[in-house]
């Protein structure tokens, strides 16, 4: 039984790099067309006042959390123009949660994207799980200059040759 952790694989090499190092685009022509799917979450750490603003939905920009949403879908949507190296996928479902973290207090977004494509999602859930939190702060940064995007991260995938993948410490 193997013992390597998948996360921190150093026998594998950077797909995206030649023989020589350059960048290239990975050729997926020949592997199959399946269903795939990947959830990602962000937080947003934030002031009681910026908070609180949120929750009633009374901040000078209106509500903030469904602005995040829509800009999340639109972050998915644009993945593969804003990281060179990924392909344009068919994506057949985004849905985006935002959670009320009052004891953080946080803003927690959750985006799960799924395609039927020939490469997975993970980049798509993360970029639109970014985006998400960038337009939260945006929205608040009149108020909390100080709020804080905690972190970005894939807690699943699923889907292709690699089938499902959880991080060992994913929520």
Same mark, same amino acid.
């Given at each position: ?22 960048? /290239? ?73 935002? /959670? ?72």
């Amino acid at each position: 039984m193997s013992t390597r952790d998948p996360m921190h694989d150093t026998a594998k090499d950077l797909t995206h790099l030649d023989e020589e190092g350059r960048a /290239r685009m990975v050729g997926v022509g020949d592997k199959a067309e399946t269903a795939r799917g990947a959830i990602a979450i962000s937080r947003v750490r934030l002031s009681t006042a910026a908070f609180e603003r949120i929750r009633d939905a009374s901040g000078s920009k209106g509500d903030a959390i469904q602005v995040a949403r829509i800009a999340a879908i639109q972050g998915v949507k644009r993945t593969s123009d804003l990281i060179p190296l990924c392909h344009p996928l068919r994506i057949t479902r985004i849905d985006v949660a935002a /959670r009320l973290l009052p004891d953080g207090p946080a803003v927690e977004f959750e985006v799960r994207v799924e395609a039927f494509d020939r490469t997975g999602v993970e980049m798509e859930a993360m970029t639109g799980a970014s985006v998400a939190a960038l337009t939260l702060y945006d929205m608040v940064k009149a108020v909390d200059r100080a709020a804080v995007i905690e972190h970005v991260r894939l807690v699943e995938k699923w889907g292709g040759r690699s089938g499902r993948f959880r991080p060992h410490d994913a929520p």
